[in-house]
């Protein structure tokens, strides 16, 4: 699950299978935005008090025409909060097509468009996006955000260029109904800590593809603090350690800067020297300034440091809670009820007449395993992390 999830907040749209041509007729045109008239926006929150409440109701005052529900059930069903979030609000989809959507991406407006139209093809049960990193918290998310743009999305870019499908991001995924009820509904994530790569890798089980849409949505980074970003990276490292051991042993080849050095240290050579000055130019050009350049050194040595630690470790921390790496067995999370707690405040809804951006709903949650995430279109052989 993505930490952006402060509290396991989610939002699902729902669409008719109806609108399927429609959604396609728009795609190829390029129509201008337009409303669907037969979408459902679901939102979920755990408790009456949640000041996430009001951002729905100005959402439902700013677009009247738009089918907006709230859900509030306080109802936990397993370690996972998030996909029990989506238990509860599973219920009140009407629609044959859902997307789910991280609380904090930002998104162009033919975005549904984009992102469902693969589902017209009927060997397609999962459609994912990509997403960049959009820094707000100063020099630390910088360099959080250099993880996802640097790192993570050329990894994922390469594996798929390389013929693998096995992701599912939780920025974005699409799927039809039967798909979902195929595999036993958000149920089957109910104790699974990365339940976006699982929703994917379940319903690739059913022998269905997975679609990398050409659509890539933003995501706030937010770290403040070394702390903070070390904790959440290293979560994300030994959730892709989780997934894929063997693949992630290796990952260390993809940290530019240390093997730079290291191979100079090595064999310093004049054509080992050559190749490391083309690979730390070439690193430094892809960085996308100067200011990125500069960071880059630290960021690739952070990583590998992130690596060597994250080899060992059986838990990670979720905020103020402590996880398994490894998924516990159903009947080690039973349903349970949750009491209201007090949330955080709500980044300020703009209104009508802007990208509609799904603002933070508070309820808990945990993490997908990758990366946390204004407006935009948007491995090394790894599983990716990134989940619901």
């Known amino acids: 699950m993505s930490d952006d999830f402060e509290h396991g907040e989610c939002f699902l749209f729902t669409l008719h299978d109806e609108v399927l041509q429609m959604l396609g007729d728009a795609v190829r045109t390029n129509t201008p935005p337009f409303q669907i008239p037969r979408a459902a926006n679901v939102f979920g929150v755990c408790a009456a008090d949640d000041p996430a409440i009001g951002v729905v109701e ?15 059930d306080p109802r936990v069903h397993g370690s996972n909060l998030k996909a029990s979030n989506l238990i509860n609000l599973c219920a009140r989809a009407r629609h044959a097509w859902l997307v789910v959507a991280d609380s904090d991406i930002a998104v162009a407006p033919d975005y549904l468009a984009r992102v469902t139209a693969p589902l017209a093809d009927a060997p397609v049960g999962v459609v994912t996006c990509l997403y960049r990193g959009h820094p707000v918290g100063g020099f630390w998310s910088r360099l959080g955000a250099g993880f996802i743009d640097h790192w993570f999305a050329p990894s994922v870019r390469i594996a798929h260029a390389g013929g693998s499908r096995s992701f599912s991001f939780g920025a974005t995924i699409a799927l039809r109904r039967d798909a ?16 976006d790569f699982w929703l994917g890798e379940l319903v690739r089980r059913q022998g269905l593809e997975t679609v990398l849409s050409d659509e890539m949505v933003t995501t706030d980074v937010t770290e403040s603090s070394l702390g903070d970003l070390w904790a959440h990276e290293l979560r994300w490292m030994r959730t892709i350690r989780s997934l894929n051991p063997t693949g992630f042993a290796f990952t260390f080849i ?59 470790g059986s838990q990670v921390r979720w905020r103020d809670r402590i996880l398994p790496v490894r998924d516990p067995p159903a009947a080690e999370a039973p349903l349970q009820t949750r009491a209201p707690a007090a ?30 995430r204004q407006s935009s279109r948007s491995t090394n052989g790894l599983n990716p992390p990134r989940l619901l």
């Open 254 to 312: 993809t940290f530019t800067w240390p093997m730079l050095a290291l191979a100079a240290w090595l064999s310093p050579q004049p054509l080992v020297l050559a190749a490391v000055v083309l690979g730390g130019l070439a690193r430094s050009f892809l960085a996308g300034g100067p200011g990125a350049a500069l960071m880059a050194p630290l960021r690739d040595i952070l990583l590998l440091v992130e690596w060597a630690v994250a080899l060992a």
């Open 343 to 372: 949330r955080a405040g709500m980044e300020p809804y703009q209104g009508a007449g802007v990208t509609l951006r799904p603002l933070p709903l508070m309820t808990e949650g945990t993490d997908n395993g990758v990366p946390e």
């Open 180 to 195: 979902l009820a195929a595999i036993g509904g958000f149920e089957a994530l109910s104790n699974r800590l990365a339940d």
């Open 58 to 72: 100005r959402l439902r005052a700013d677009f009247p025409a738009c089918e907006i529900d709230l859900v509030i």
